[in-house]
């Protein structure tokens, strides 16, 4: 069988107590070369440029080290590796060790403090998290400087690693210590069972043989998801796959390593607020490729990146110029999320940030990574210069930013800049926000504008229109489901609360929740936690809420409609939307903004808007608010042929005008037409372009409204 096929495989593919002549020549293969390439694959994985991490043998030496380890230890790499854990313990800590390795060698794990000796001699207290036989007789420690002396730290996702080797069918091959840890299987269970039994849902097979399909075609691939434990829990994991392949290319099999990233949301918060914004990138910004084959020396670059950073070849050739030198404290972090993203997607998302100059000044850049090759681990990084586009953007961003913020808030009365600055104080924070007002007033948009200036704005915005679920279905659709929670639940469903977990959750037409589902929602919001329907395991959750209704919720309390308690909740901050009619001012310009929107849409041009249909426009009151006009702006788009709108006028006939003295639109519309016949003296080509319709449309307009040129001779 083949990762291609389409059926779920059984457990194994030979008959009971036979073995193929293939599979044991892969076995063999895996045996043999299997935890090399897993070894260099968990260096690839775990050797961030800032983590200080060793690996060790049963006998405390070094077989490995990052170069957060080497920064910390004061030594490059090449003089750690092969000396012994002690040679770096103080003296008077050293007879300490032998006992607590025997317990770590017994129980796997262990945490604690060392007392180490640097190369500048200064005793330092380090933390360290152990992990023992990641591989076989292959111990992982992650060190921690308590004295400061190494900013980075551990960093906040180290746990552990599961690694394990898979056949070219998705068999298990090998299982090593720290799988056994992760799901809680013993080497004996998880061997010969296709890897799938990790996998929850019945469309597992399928989903795993995609990305052994992908990792066969590129060489490795990255993934998360869900995986199942022995005991039934669930957790979040990032996948990272490479395919083994013999030295005559033929596929043999699959390393993996699979981290618990179940916590890892704080950081990736924490991590993606301190990203520099991305901005437009202008083409004289300089262009420099890197390539290096590991994480600090810089073996090849090109001259714009030299005079970028101040370094000349002879630095490169003598192998002085080193990544992490050249990366300023506060930016190592991301440049753990760009390794992070380039073993899972293969490329990392272009960011921001600095880099050190030999003279010791800094220049601001942008920088993506691709990973070229996991085993051994190869990179290529490209850098732009933004010095340039920093000091152009300086002079305009603050105007740009403010703009785009309220992009789609069309309006200039001094009732939409209350409503504007309302937003302005509310959104940088987390307060829950109430947001009131007609049908029809944008009530949306002011929840997306919000969301847009608050520090969440990279982060979803989930809304739900509670008035459009059916009462039986909107738990749900807000709290998700257990599989089989009730009939026909034959999967898991996250809600619309989990879906927005860090970032803002709109309830549109919250006063249309029933009675018996507000205390739920109550709770979730005082508890920041929530079951799903059906399951029994509390989840925590960090949304921002925004509710909406134009319904009086003060009315619903008194008929004991809706709870108090919500109530008051939720109204931590009102905003009240002005219905159209209380800012007519503002219509000529939504007008003129449906227009060209409309008119843009049908692919035609349409700049002028008769004075007769503005002022009838500006007159009407507008029951439906602003949903109404831009309505009645797009049938007036798909109804006009020229380069003026025709508006149909005549559907607001009955609406008595109070501007003028309580004519009919029909009779305002017939007396403009008269004053400006008289005004052009008669001539109907004349008048027909004053009003910015054909000749003919006028001839017909006349016709219609009973105007004869005995009329408008006598007007004149």
Known sequence: MSV??????????????????????????????GPKELELLLRAVVFHPSAPILVTDNERRYRDASIGAGQLLGLPREKIIGRSLDDFAEPGFKPVIPDRWRSFLKDGEQEGTLKLAGADGLPRDVEYIAKGNVLPVRHLLVLRDK???????????VQDYALFLLDA????????????????????????????????????????????????????????????????????????TMALRDENDILQGFARVVRDFSDRHERDEKLRRGRARLRPIPAESTIAGIVSGEFDRIPEANDTFLDLVGYSREDLQEGRLHWPDLTPPEYRSLDEVAHEEGLRFGAC??????????????????VATAVLKLSPFRWITFVQDLRERDRLERIDDELVQDQSNFEEIVGTSSAMKRVMAQVEVVAPTDATVLIL???????????????????????????????????????????????????????????????????TLFLDEVGDIPLDLQPKLLRALQEKAFERLGGTRTIP?????????????????????????????????????????????????????????????????????????MRALVSWPWPGNVRELENFVERSVILSKGPSLRAPLAELRDAQLETNGGFTLMEMERDHILRVLRETRGVISAAAGRLGIPRTTLNAMMKKLGISRGDFDAVR
């Open 349 to 366: 998302t272009p960011f921001e940030k600095e880099l050190i100059r030999k003279d010791g000044t800094r220049v601001p850049v942008l």
């Open 147 to 157: 004295t400061g002396g190494t900013p980075a730290g551990v960093p906040a996702w």
């Open 169 to 240: 069918d998705g068999l298990v091959v090998a299982w090593y210590a720290g799988a056994e840890r992760i799901y809680g299987y013993k080497s004996q269970e998880a061997i010969g069972q296709h890897v799938t039994f990790l996998y929850p849902g019945e469309d597992a097979f399928v989903r795993l043989q995609q990305k052994l399909k992908r990792a066969a075609g590129e060489g490795h691939v990255g993934s998360e998801g869900w995986h199942v434990k022995k005991d039934g829990s669930r957790f979040w994991a990032s996948v990272i």
């Open 541 to 613: 959750i960090d949304v921002r809420l925004v509710a909406a209704t134009n319904r009086n919720l003060t009315q619903m309390m008194g008929d004991k409609l809706f709870r108090s308690d919500l109530y008051y909740r939720l109204k931590v901050f009102p905003i009240t939307t002005p219905p159209l009619r209380d800012h007519p001012e503002d219509i000529p310009v939504l007008a003129r903004h449906f227009t060209k929107k409309y008119a843009a849409k049908m692919d035609r041009i349409i700049d002028k808007i008769p004075s007769v249909t």
């Open 437 to 503: 007002g007609e049908t029809g007033t944008g009530k949306e948009l002011i929840a997306r504008a919000i969301h847009r200036m608050s520090p969440r704005r990279n982060l979803p915005f989930i809304s739900l229109n509670c008035a459009a679920i059916p009462t039986g279905l909107l738990e749900s659709e807000l709290f998700g489901y257990e599989r089989g929670a009730f009939t026909g639940a034959l999967s898991q469903k996250i809600g619309r609360f989990e879906m927005a977990h860090r970032g």
């Open 4 to 33: 291609f096929s389409s059926r779920r495989p059984p457990r194994s593919t030979a008959k009971e107590g036979s073995v193929t002549t293939s599979q044991l020549h892969t076995t063999e293969w895996l045996t043999e070369h």
